[in-house]
C-alpha cells in the first residue's frame, strides 16, 4: 500500500464528455484503455520515484522529501495524544485542533479557557507523536464550523520536547522565534520549519498582540526518526580567519546546554542539510561563511583528536555511520585520517573499540560522506573519536544505520572473539553483514522485474488501443451527432429544447466532422460559449449574466441577478429593448458616502467588492414605491457592489447598464436597487439586504416540525419549521422568477445561496452567491477558467452552454429539493463534480440511466412526482413555466 500511495495510485477520473461519444461496449473498451495509459504513464517515473526514496531513507534522511502529513487530519494520531493547557469548553477541547477536520460534535477547533495575552505563552495545544519525528513543516487553521466560527491564531510559537521533559523553544536560522499564523477562519497556513526539528512532543502556543480569543487547527508534516539519535556532545565549533574573513564553524542550531562542549541536544550535524564543496559558501541565504560545517583546529587538541559522544533512545545494532566531510585540502581542510569508536549498553564503555581508516587520500577537493563500518555492534552510546590528517577537520551531517531489533538493556554488551581491530576501508577480506542491504537488493530486483513486465504491457496495449480507436472513430462518425448552437448577435442561447419553433426536429451539426481537424470527445467541454475563440459575427454581450469575449479569460457571472435574453431575430431584440427602456429614464440618487459604514465584506469578484453596510438617512433618497419599513432616522442594512477602480471601459459599461437594468425592477420578492454612488470612483449600487442573511444559512440553522404539527402556526424564536412555512417560501420564490421570466430575463444561478431573507420570512432573489468565499465549493472550475453552479444547471446549460428560462426552471427545482431538504447536504452530494456532470450525459441519451435528486423526506409526493421531476425533464419545452410552477405551489397549500 505504501508504494502504490508514493506512485499516486488514485482512481481514474472518468473524463467530463466522453459518455457522449460512446456506445455501451465501445465505450467500456475506451474508457478502459484510457485508465490504463494514464495509469502507465504514471507508473514508470513514480516508481522510479519510490526505489529513489527507498534508497534515500536507507542513507539519510532528506528535508525535502520528508513531508508527510503524521496523523491529525487523517486520525492516525488518537485523541488521547492530543493535550491542551486548557479549554473552552468540552466542544473546543484538544481533540478538536485538528487541521481540515470539522466534524459535527464539537464547534470546530481548540480554543482555550482564556484569552491570550501578549507574551503570555502560557495557553498550548500540545501532540504526541508516540516516537521521535522529523518534523520539517507545520499547518495551522482558524475555528470555521461552517462559517459560525471566527477565532484563529495570528501568530504562534512552536516548543519541542524528545523526552517530556525538558522543553525547548524553536528558532528560524536567524533566530526568529514567532511564526506567521492565520488571516481568516478557513484558509490552511502552511510554514516550513528552517531548521527542521527533531521531536516526540510538539505545542502549539498561540501569540497575540493584544488580548484576544484564539482557537487553532493543527497538523505537523515529516517523517519518523529513523536513526534514533536523542542527543550528541562535542566541543564547540572555531572560527577560521581565511584571507582576513572570519569563518565560524559553531554548531549554531544546537538545542542543548552550550558551553566549551556542547551536551545533551541536536544541532546541524541532524539537520538533513549538508555542505556544499566551498564551505565559505552556504545553501541558507544570508548567513555568515562556515554556517553549513562544525569544524576544529589542531592546534587547541593535543592529542590529535576530537572526541563526540552520541545518545540513542534504545539499544540498537549498529551497521555503519555516514559522515559528510569537507576535503578542501588547499585551505588546510581534509578528511579525517582515522576514526576509532566505542559502544555502551549500560554504564560502562566496551573495551573492544573499532576502528577505521578511508582507504586512501581523495584527489577532489569535493565534500563527501564517508561511511565507517561499526560491525553490527550493540550499543545504546557510541563514542567516536576523530583524528586530524590536517590543520582542520570539518563536518556537516552525521547519520547511523541500525538494524530494526530492540534490545533488552538487561543483555550484556556484545563481545567480539578479536582483540582490537583495525577496519581498513581498502581490506578487500573485510564484510559487513547487513540483511537490511540485502532486503533493499532484493526488492530493487522484484521491482525491475515488474517494470519490465509492465513495458512489455504497455506495448501491447498500445497495438491494440489503435486498432479499437479506429473502429470506435468510424462509428462516432456515422452514428454521434450533436448541435452546439452559437448566436449571430451575442452568446445569449433562447432555444428551449433539440427541437425547432415548428415542432420540426432541428437537423444537427457533426461535433467531429471525419477531418484531418478530428478532436476526441473528451475535448467537448472545451466547446462550450465561454471558450469560445472572439469571431467577427460575435458581439460582447450586454449584461453581467453572459460571458464576455475580452483579452482575459472569460469568466461565469461573479455577481449578477439577471441576463438580457437576447434572440437572433432582430426584431425580438429591439422589442425586448424598447420594452425596457421605453418612457423617461428612470434616475436614482446620489447617495453620499460618507453615510455608509461598514460591517462586514461578504465577498469579491471580477467585477469588484460586495460589501454590508448600514446606510444613513435613507429614507430620505428612496422613491414613494421603494420605501422601507422601520425609522427613517435608523440606520438601514444594505448591501453595497462596488466596481474596481481599474476596470476597462467595458466592465464600467455593464457594470452602469446593470444599474439602468435593476432599476426598473419592480417586484416585492426581487432585490431592490436603492441608490448610487457614481460621480466618483469606485462606482457603487446600493442594494437591500434582509436582516436574515441568505436563505442557505437561514435554512441550515433549523429542524422540521413534525408533520402533525406542520399545519401549526410557528412560535417566533422557534428553530423549528413547518414544511407548509418551507412551501411558503418557495413560493415567494417561484413569484420572483415569475416577474423576471415575464420580463425575458435569465437569472443563471437560482439557489438558496442567491436568496436573501428577512422579516416574517420574506424571500427575495439575488446574487450575491458566487462572490461569497463560503459557497466556493459550489462552483465547478472548467480546465481552470470557467466557473459554474453545475448541482443547479441544466444538461443543457452544461453541454450545450444553453442559457434560457427553461434552464432557470430546472434550477428551481434544485432548490425547491434544497428548501425542503433546509440545505442539510449539497445537491448530489454523493457525486464528484465529474460524476454529476456525466449525469447530465445520461440526461442526453434519455435511456433511463439518469439520477435524479431524491425526494426530501417532508416533500408530498404530488409536489415531487408532478412538479420536481417536471422541472428536470429532458425537453426544455415540456418543463413547466414559472406562472405554471407558482400556481401549483399555491395549490398545494391549501
Not at 491542551?84 to 477536520?101: H, I, K, N, V, Y
Not at 420570512?761 to 453552479?789: C, E, H, W
Not at 435528486?853 to 404530488?862: I, M, T
Request: aromatic share 10%; with cysteine.
Amino acid at each position: 500500500m505504501f508504494s502504490l500511495f508514493l506512485c499516486g495510485f488514485s482512481p481514474v477520473q472518468k473524463n467530463v464528455q466522453s459518455s457522449l461519444r460512446e456506445d455501451r461496449g465501445a465505450s467500456e473498451r475506451l474508457q478502459l484503455f484510457e485508465k490504463m495509459n494514464t495509469m502507465e504513464v504514471k507508473l514508470i517515473p513514480c516508481c522510479i520515484f519510490f526505489i529513489l526514496m527507498a534508497v534515500a531513507i536507507k542513507a539519510q534522511v532528506n528535508p525535502e522529501m520528508c513531508r508527510y502529513p503524521l496523523g491529525m487530519t487523517g486520525g492516525k494520531i488518537q485523541d488521547k495524544d492530543i493535550s491542551a493547557s486548557s479549554q473552552w469548553s468540552e466542544s473546543t477541547a484538544a481533540r478538536f485542533g485538528r487541521l481540515d477536520f470539522d466534524t459535527g460534535d464539537g464547534d470546530g477547533a481548540w480554543c482555550p479557557d482564556i484569552m491570550t495575552e501578549p507574551d503570555g505563552f502560557k495557553e498550548y495545544l500540545q501532540v504526541d507523536l508516540r516516537s521521535l519525528h522529523f518534523i520539517t513543516l507545520v499547518g495551522t487553521q482558524g475555528r470555521h464550523a461552517n462559517g459560525m466560527g471566527n477565532e484563529f491564531a495570528q501568530r504562534y510559537k512552536i516548543k519541542y520536547s524528545r523526552d517530556g521533559s525538558s522543553w525547548l523553544g524553536w528558532h528560524d536560522r536567524l533566530g526568529k522565534q514567532v511564526i506567521e499564523g492565520n488571516k481568516n477562519t478557513y484558509d490552511v497556513v502552511l510554514k516550513d520549519l528552517e531548521p527542521p526539528i527533531i521531536a516526540r512532543f510538539v505545542r502549539f502556543m498561540p501569540v497575540a498582540d493584544a488580548s484576544m480569543s484564539v482557537c487553532m487547527r493543527v497538523e505537523l508534516y515529516g517523517c519518523e526518526w529513523l536513526d534514533g539519535l536523542v542527543s550528541y556532545s562535542l566541543p564547540d565549533g572555531h572560527q577560521m580567519i581565511y584571507r582576513g574573513l572570519d569563518v565560524f564553524f559553531n554548531d549554531s542550531l544546537y538545542d542543548g546546554a552550550i558551553a566549551q562542549r556542547l551536551t545533551k541536544g541536536l544541532g546541524q550535524l541532524a539537520d538533513g542539510t549538508w555542505g556544499l564543496d566551498d564551505f565559505l559558501h552556504s545553501q541558507v541565504h544570508g548567513v555568515w561563511p562556515g554556517y553549513d560545517y562544525v569544524g576544529w583546529s589542531n592546534k587547541t587538541f593535543p592529542k590529535g583528536y576530537v572526541e563526540m559522544i552520541f545518545d540513542f533512545d534504545h539499544i540498537r545494532n549498529f551497521t555503519s555511520m555516514k559522515v559528510h566531510c569537507s576535503n578542501m585540502f588547499s585551505r588546510g581542510v581534509r578528511l579525517f585520517r582515522q576514526v576509532t569508536c566505542y559502544f555502551r549498553s549500560e554504564s560502562e564503555w566496551e573495551s573492544d573499540p573499532v576502528t577505521f581508516r578511508p582507504a586512501s587520500e581523495p584527489l577532489s577537493q569535493s565534500a563527501r560522506f564517508v561511511t565507517v563500518p561499526l560491525g553490527d555492534r550493540t550499543a545504546r552510546s557510541i563514542k567516536c573519536r576523530f583524528h586530524f590528517s590536517d590543520q582542520w577537520m570539518l563536518f556537516s551531517e552525521m547519520a547511523f544505520q541500525s538494524g530494526s531489533a530492540v534490545y533488552n538493556t538487561s543483555l550484556s554488551p556484545h563481545k567480539h572473539g578479536q582483540s582490537k581491530k583495525t577496519l581498513l576501508g581498502g581490506d578487500p577480506t573485510h564484510k559487513v553483514d547487513d540483511s537490511n542491504t540485502r532486503i533493499l537488493i532484493g526488492c530493487l530486483v522484484a521491482i525491475i522485474a515488474i517494470l519490465l513486465a509492465i513495458i512489455l504491457i504497455i506495448l501491447w496495449r498500445q497495438v491494440w488501443q489503435k486498432m479499437l480507436e479506429k473502429a470506435s472513430r468510424r462509428w462516432l462518425d456515422d452514428e454521434l451527432t450533436a448541435r452546439l448552437a452559437i448566436q449571430t448577435q451575442a452568446f445569449s442561447f433562447l432555444q428551449s429544447s433539440l427541437s425547432s419553433d415548428d415542432g420540426s426536429t432541428s437537423s444537427y451539426e457533426r461535433i467531429y466532422p471525419p477531418c484531418a481537424n478530428y478532436q476526441e470527445p473528451s475535448r467537448l467541454i472545451r466547446k462550450l460559449p465561454e471558450f469560445a475563440e472572439c469571431t467577427e459575427h460575435l458581439e460582447p454581450a450586454a449584461s453581467w449574466g453572459a460571458a464576455i469575449c475580452s483579452d482575459s479569460a472569460p469568466h461565469y457571472a461573479e455577481a449578477h441577478i439577471i441576463s438580457l435574453q437576447e434572440s437572433s431575430d432582430s426584431s425580438s431584440i429591439r422589442a425586448v429593448n424598447m420594452h425596457l427602456f421605453a418612457g423617461p429614464d428612470l434616475t436614482l440618487k446620489e447617495f453620499p458616502r460618507e453615510k455608509l459604514t461598514f460591517k462586514e465584506k461578504l465577498g469579491e469578484g471580477q467585477f469588484g467588492e460586495v460589501h454590508l453596510c448600514e446606510a444613513e438617512s435613507m429614507q430620505d433618497f428612496l422613491d414613494e414605491d421603494l420605501t422601507m419599513e422601520g425609522n427613517s432616522k435608523s440606520p438601514l442594512l444594505v448591501a453595497v457592489k462596488t466596481l474596481r477602480e481599474d476596470a476597462n471601459k467595458n466592465a464600467r459599461n455593464d457594470f452602469l447598464k446593470e444599474i439602468r437594468i435593476m432599476s426598473r425592477l419592480r417586484d416585492p420578492n426581487i432585490v431592490r436597487l436603492l441608490a448610487v454612488c457614481v460621480d466618483t470612483d469606485p462606482l457603487c449600487m446600493i442594494t437591500e439586504y434582509m436582516e436574515n442573511g441568505d436563505l442557505n444559512q437561514f435554512l441550515c440553522s433549523l429542524r422540521l416540525k413534525a408533520q402533525n404539527n406542520d399545519k401549526e402556526k410557528q412560535e417566533e424564536g422557534s428553530d423549528e419549521v413547518s414544511s407548509i412555512k418551507l412551501l411558503g417560501m418557495a413560493v415567494q420564490i417561484a413569484s420572483g422568477m415569475n416577474y423576471l421570466s415575464s420580463l425575458n430575463f435569465v437569472h443563471r444561478d437560482l439557489a438558496t445561496r442567491n436568496c436573501l431573507v428577512g422579516k416574517n420570512d420574506t424571500i427575495k432573489i439575488a446574487d450575491f452567491g458566487m462572490s461569497r468565499n463560503l459557497y466556493r465549493g459550489d462552483y465547478f472550475r472548467i480546465q481552470g477558467r470557467a466557473v459554474l453552479p453545475i448541482r443547479w444547471m441544466s444538461w443543457e446549460s452544461i453541454l450545450l452552454g444553453k442559457f434560457t428560462m427553461a434552464s432557470d426552471v430546472w434550477a428551481f427545482g434544485v432548490t425547491l429539493w434544497e428548501i425542503l431538504t433546509l440545505c442539510k447536504e449539497q445537491p448530489y452530494s454523493q457525486f464528484s463534480d465529474e460524476q454529476v456532470i456525466e449525469n447530465t450525459g445520461e440526461f442526453f441519451r434519455n435511456q433511463g440511466k439518469q439520477v435524479y435528486l431524491p425526494k426530501p423526506q417532508c416533500c408530498p409526493d404530488r409536489i415531487y412526482n408532478d412538479l420536481m421531476l417536471s422541472c428536470w425533464r429532458r425537453n426544455a419545452q415540456e418543463r413547466p413555466s414559472f406562472k405554471e410552477i407558482h400556481t401549483q405551489l399555491m395549490e398545494s397549500m391549501v
